[in-house]
């Protein structure tokens, strides 16, 4: 069993759709958990940065974490087309990552269809 | 820009020959990570440094590869006796102590 578990879809949704991607892990010591945005060919692009358990909002992006499952999700309001883009889950034990880097999941491809 | 940069962004070399990354992370990042990105899989965490410390690089595939950061700003991954296998996009991060980690647009390398 890998780590951090995510599916790698594609997911295609209409154009306003609510969004629902998430990932799995099974390190109960992590503590801080990110969603990477990437394009094709690109870095990946910070959107979200959490600590611990709870929500966190950012315009049309939510952050949820439930330590206790082990699952965390992010959320995409009013999707755009320029949304479709690979989503990358991310955590780590100490707060940046530490010496251990940051542990990814296999990223999520979303379609957003206009 | 003020973001992550990486030289080169493209890199086609043939099996056996030695190639060589630069990162140059965002100005006053006292923290940079190497990364390695195969197709369909999440970057894979290589190497870390604080300031031109190697703190950790146990994680480094081989010793094929090696990383410096000779004055605590640039760094370079070095790939020596390049392998097909190593075919891949090879992404640097800076961060401030504690905080999120920025990447790079990343270094494709071919190796035929």
Known sequence: QKEVEQDPGPLSVPEGAIVSLNCTYSNSAFQYFMWYRQYSRKGPELLMYTYSSGNKEDGRFTAQVDKSSKYISLFIRDSQPSDSATYLCAMSESSGGGADGLTFGKGTHLIIQP | ?112
């Open chain 2, 1 to 112: 820009d003020t973001g992550v940069s990486q030289d080169p962004r493209h890199k086609i070399t043939k099996r056996g020959q030695n190639v060589t990354f630069r990162c140059d992370p965002i100005s006053e990042h006292n923290r940079l990570y190497w990364y390695r990105q195969t197709l369909g899989q999440g970057p894979e965490f290589l190497t870390y440094f604080q300031n031109e410390a190697q703190l950790e690089k146990s994680r480094l595939l081989s010793d094929r590869f090696s990383a410096e950061r000779p004055k605590g700003s640039f760094s370079t991954l070095e790939i020596q006796r390049t392998e097909q296998g190593d075919s891949a996009m090879y992404l640097c991060a800076s961060s401030w102590t504690g905080n999120e980690q920025f990447f790079g647009p990343g270094t494709r390398l071919t190796v035929l």
